[in-house]
């Protein structure tokens, strides 16, 4: 079993930053692809960024990339996503997921941990 903890969710301008963290306990943290999702109300579950266990492969959905950044420290077993230069329509609750595979994977089904969530606000 992993647990997964997310913080680091707030209120922010348009146009500011906010740093996700998500720390893991329970089964090797290296071993898993790390993922972090988002769902606005109204609106299904949506991949936003994705790691690999090494930290070599990463994957961005077109919607964030160049503006977020999706990083890991397996010694700390946490994995973070820095957000810049938000807008409104980032406002959501964002979700840390562990995947138990080598690949970078952005299916929800494919996921099999999750943590309780983050809400984000970004003001226009």
């Known amino acids: 079993q992993v647990q997964l903890v997310e913080a680091g969710g707030g209120l922010v301008q348009a146009g500011g930053s906010l740093s996700l963290s998500c720390a893991a306990s329970?089964?090797?943290?290296?071993?898993?692809?790390m993922g972090w999702f988002r769902q606005a109300p109204g609106k299904e579950r949506e991949f936003v960024a994705a790691?690999?266990?090494?930290?070599?492969?990463?994957y961005y959905a077109d919607s964030v990339k160049g503006r977020f950044t999706i990083s890991r420290d397996n010694a700390k077993n946490t994995v973070y996503l820095q957000m810049n230069s938000l807008k409104p329509e980032d406002t959501a609750i964002y979700y840390c997921?562990?995947?138990?595979?080598?690949?970078?994977?952005?299916?929800?089904?494919?996921?099999?941990?999750w943590g309780q969530g983050t809400q984000v606000t970004v003001s226009s």
């Open positions: 790691m690999n266990w090494s930290g070599l492969s990463t």
């Open positions: 329970g089964r090797t943290f290296s071993r898993y692809t």
């Open positions: 997921a562990a995947a138990s595979t080598v690949r970078v994977i952005t299916s929800t089904l494919q996921y099999g941990y």
